[in-house]
């Protein structure tokens, strides 16, 4: 006989606890494995499989299953063919406390003296009573008579969320919160619990609950409804309402309301007085081009299911969706006017204009300055331009009668070189001596002292006239005409003989 675990995965069912399963040489039964194989355990290679807590028959004690051992081969002998291959290591001895809420059942049910069955029916019944006395305060909010007294077939025109008990959280009310609403809602207006109060005909509620979890749990459904959701609209403020920092809370939760509907999330948030102008102009374009999924398919006309009126069919199915286009063009017209009211109001966009006109202002301003200053560099520029030409032309003109003047001077002092010239000769009597000059000597001399004249620059004149100026005697003054005359001789601008009466 040998011991092998069964290791099931939870205690009361398919699955549990460990049990010892006790394998005899004489049985010759089969398990089924609990994925639905057989495994036969005369085979060793399948004593450790896993088997089910009823298939192996195991109840709150253990079996013994008897099967037989297989058969070693002929010729096999145990002190000949016995082959060692190693050695079992020394026993360790280990204390082990059972723990954990599978023994703890496990206690509670033999305690109790109860079966698995038993068990666990009493332990149903125990939590739903926790839950079912759980505080009130679990359910959001007080059941209004009205809504408790509603027909079911008016289903359409009920709250689904005020029905469970949701209305504070509406659209962003998870799966798991729907389900633990619908809960408690059951387990409060059961139709079995009010028959045991001696109500056995009001039921209305409970459908209303039960119509409200299909369609809340139903993603298309939900949907549908949501987008006719008016109860979670929030309205827009008034002016004195939205004074100061409250503007940009009231109309922040207007906007992250009506944001729900956009097919592009996250939404941008509508932001406080410190947000940049980024941000702002962000915000307001994403909603300009609001992108929103809202059908209205909720709201339409029940269409008739029979096949017999066609024609009526179509009609309501045209009329639906002509009636859903109008609702999304009213709807995008409501949601621009929404936009332009926060705009009018918002005092950053005030001052984002404000800024930028002054900004506008500011470059035209700069532009006027800069055009009036090059046009005062250019007036400044063809006024030194015109001073400078001016100027030149009085220092041309001054020039142009300063060399006439100096031409004049020169000229004059030229002429009165040439009179101290031809005085000197004078006053030397023509160099006659004595007694007068004839005319023919007169006009020889003179004749000499204009070829002389007519050799030499002004200067050379004025430097002659110099030297015969003051002088009276005729002999210096012709002593003077003779080295002049050999001066021009000698620098070759009078011929050797051509002046004969000054030497």
Not at 238 to 262: H, I, M, N, Q, T
Request: aromatic letters at 8%.
């Amino acid at each position: 006989m040998e011991k092998y675990y069964y290791i099931p995965e939870q205690e009361g069912g398919e699955r549990g606890t460990s049990y010892f399963i006790t394998v005899m040489p004489e049985a010759k039964e089969k398990l089924i494995h609990k994925r639905e194989r057989e495994v036969d355990l005369a085979d060793p290679t399948t004593y450790t499989k896993t088997v089910s807590r009823k298939q192996a028959g195991i109840m709150s004690t253990h079996t013994e299953i008897n099967l037989p051992l297989p058969v070693l081969p002929q010729g096999w002998e145990a002190p000949g063919n016995f082959k060692t291959l190693g050695k079992l290591s020394t026993p360790n001895i280990r204390t082990i406390e059972p723990v954990g809420p599978h023994y703890l059942a496990y206690a509670r049910r033999i305690r109790h003296k109860r079966s698995f069955s038993e068990d666990d029916r009493i332990q149903a019944l125990k939590n739903a009573k926790v839950v079912e006395d759980e505080d009130d305060g679990e359910i959001s909010e007080d059941e209004d008579p009205a809504m408790l007294a509603r027909e079911a077939k008016d289903w359409k025109q009920q709250d689904h969320y005020a029905v469970l008990g949701l209305k504070k959280y509406r659209w962003r009310a998870t799966e798991e919160q729907i389900k633990k609403a619908h809960r408690k809602k059951v387990l409060r207006h059961h139709p079995d619990k009010k028959a045991a109060a001696g109500n056995n005909e009001d039921d209305r509620f409970f459908k209303c609950i039960q119509k409200s979890t299909e369609v809340l749990l139903d993603p298309v459904k939900r949907r549908q409804f949501d987008s006719v959701d008016e109860n979670a609209d929030v309205e827009p403020p008034s002016k004195k309402a939205a004074k100061g920092d409250k503007f940009y809370k009231l109309w922040g939760a207007v906007f992250k309301a009506e944001g729900r509907f956009s097919k592009i999330q996250p939404v941008p948030t509508f932001g406080n007085a410190d947000s940049d102008q980024e941000t702002v102009e962000a915000f307001y374009n994403f909603f300009y081009t609001f992108d929103s999924w809202r059908s209205f398919e909720y709201q339409d006309e029940d269409v008739p299911d029979d096949n017999e009126n066609r024609d009526q069919k179509r009609h309501v199915e045209k009329k639906n969706n002509n009636a859903r286009k109008k609702k999304k063009t009213e709807d995008s017209t409501r949601l621009r006017n929404l936009i332009d009211q926060a705009m009018a109001g918002d005092e950053r966009i005030k001052k984002f204009r404000q800024e930028a006109s002054a900004a506008k202002n500011k470059k035209k301003l700069e532009k006027e300055a800069a055009a009036k200053k090059a046009e005062e560099d250019k007036k400044a520029e063809a006024a030194k331009l015109e001073k400078e030409k001016k100027e030149a032309e009085e220092k041309a003109k001054a020039d142009k009668e300063g060399a006439k003047k100096a031409k004049e001077a020169a000229k004059a002092a030229v002429k009165k070189n040439k009179r101290v010239l031809k005085g000197s000769v004078k006053d030397a009597n023509y160099f006659a001596g004595s007694k007068d000059a004839d005319p023919a000597t007169i006009d020889r001399v003179l004749n000499d002292v204009e070829i002389v004249q007519g050799k030499v620059d002004p200067d050379e004149i004025a430097a002659l006239a110099s030297k015969l100026n003051g002088l009276k005697v005729a002999d210096e003054i012709k002593g003077v005409w003779v080295e002049e005359v050999k001066r021009l001789v000698g620098a070759g601008k009078l011929k050797d003989g051509e002046i004969k009466a000054l030497v």
